[in-house]
């Protein structure tokens, strides 16, 4: 059939080739990820398969559609009002940049909060590319309380949550519960990314792991570190892809499909 139209397109986490009649209407769609053709209007078979061979390797699996799980229901019944899946790193940053401009600062400071939106959006695009090695990530998870978790990184290593620190170019020392970046004064990081972990437990009915990311340091040192904290810096995220034997692939589903949901943070 002539004017079947192959596009790419983004769904569910998935990188997929949507196969679409010259109307717009959906004929079949390609997952490379899986090798699977879903096939819809099954009278456009034949021509959705032809059109769809010059992108095509391997074997293949042709059927229909395969049926949503809860998870992807949900997903589906979700208002976007309260879908957080959305939300880019830093995201509160953005709204208070707007709305706040910087307070009054020596000639040659910089706003701290461009710093720290910078470091979550470095960070969290290093989460988002473990999304191959089967994570999912949602971004500055509002909490009540003005707090928030800056990424929940759900994986087959469990489920973390993560706060950024920024630390472009300076030496980060932590020792024990306390970190000092550069020459400033020392902070206290395990009590509040404890606590945001145990929110997110609440919420999630699950195990959360506390992480702190040191994001662009050019040195770090750690000193009787609370075992139950996790400190790492920015480019050892790719090393996350390597945990596994926590959840599977369908416990993440549906614990990602949970924590989307705005609704779900309200009373933590």
Same mark, same amino acid.
């Given at each position: 059939?002539?004017?079947?139209?192959?596009?790419?397109?983004?769904?569910?986490?998935?990188?997929? #080739?949507?196969?679409?009649?010259?109307?717009?209407?959906?004929?079949?769609?390609?997952?490379?990820?899986?090798?699977?053709?879903?096939?819809?209007?099954? &009278?456009?078979?034949?021509?959705?398969?032809?059109?769809?061979?010059?992108?095509?390797?391997?074997?293949?699996?042709?059927?229909?559609?395969?049926?949503?799980?809860?998870?992807?229901?949900? =997903?589906?019944?979700?208002?976007?009002?309260?879908?957080?899946?959305?939300?880019?790193?830093?995201?509160?940053?953005?709204?208070?940049?707007?709305?706040?401009?910087?307070?009054?600062?020596?000639?040659? &400071?910089?706003?701290?909060?461009?710093?720290?939106?910078?470091?979550?959006?470095?960070?969290?695009?290093?989460?988002? =590319? #473990?999304?191959?090695?089967?994570?999912?990530?949602?971004?500055?998870?509002?909490?009540?309380?003005?707090?928030?978790?800056?990424?929940?990184?759900?994986?087959?290593?469990?489920?973390?949550?993560?706060?950024?620190?920024?630390? @472009?170019?300076?030496?980060?020392?932590?020792?024990?519960?306390?970190?000092?970046?550069?020459?400033?004064?020392?902070?206290?990081?395990?009590?509040?990314?404890?606590? &945001?972990?145990? &929110?997110?437990?609440?919420?999630?009915?699950?195990?959360?792991?506390?992480?702190?990311?040191?994001?662009?340091?050019?040195?770090?040192?750690?000193?009787?570190?609370? @075992?139950?904290?996790?400190?790492?810096?920015?480019?050892?995220?790719?090393?996350?892809?390597?945990?596994?034997?926590?959840?599977?692939?369908?416990?993440?589903?549906?614990?990602?499909?949970?924590?989307?949901?705005?609704?779900?943070?309200?009373?933590?």
């Amino acid at each position: 059939m002539q004017g079947l139209r192959v596009t790419p397109a983004r769904a569910g986490g998935r990188n997929r #080739l949507y196969v679409n009649l010259p109307g717009g209407r959906t004929v079949a769609w390609y997952d490379p990820d899986n090798g699977r053709i879903s096939v819809v209007l099954e &009278r456009y078979r034949d021509d959705a398969l032809a059109a769809l061979a010059p992108y095509t390797t391997g074997d293949l699996t042709v059927g229909p559609p395969p049926v949503p799980s809860s998870a992807e229901l949900a =997903r589906l019944a979700l208002h976007p009002d309260d879908d957080l899946a959305p939300n880019r790193p830093g995201e509160a940053l953005y709204a208070e940049l707007d709305l706040r401009p910087p307070p009054a600062l020596p000639r040659l &400071r910089k706003d701290p909060r461009r710093a720290d939106l910078a470091a979550q959006q470095r960070l969290g695009d290093a989460l988002d =590319r #473990l999304e191959g090695a089967g994570w999912r990530t949602v971004h500055c998870v509002p909490l009540p309380g003005a707090d928030r978790i800056d990424h929940l990184a759900v994986g087959p290593g469990g489920v973390l949550a993560v706060r950024a620190l920024a630390a @472009q170019g300076t030496r980060v020392r932590v020792a024990g519960p306390v970190v000092r970046v550069g020459r400033g004064p020392a902070s206290g990081y395990a009590v509040a990314v404890r606590r &945001r972990a145990e &929110r997110a437990a609440r919420a999630l009915a699950t195990a959360v792991r506390p992480v702190l990311a040191v994001v662009g340091a050019a040195r770090l040192e750690t000193e009787a570190v609370p @075992q139950d904290v996790r400190i790492l810096r920015d480019d050892e995220v790719p090393a996350l892809a390597r945990l596994g034997g926590v959840l599977k692939p369908a416990d993440i589903e549906a614990l990602y499909a949970t924590a989307r949901d705005r609704r779900t943070w309200l009373g933590v």
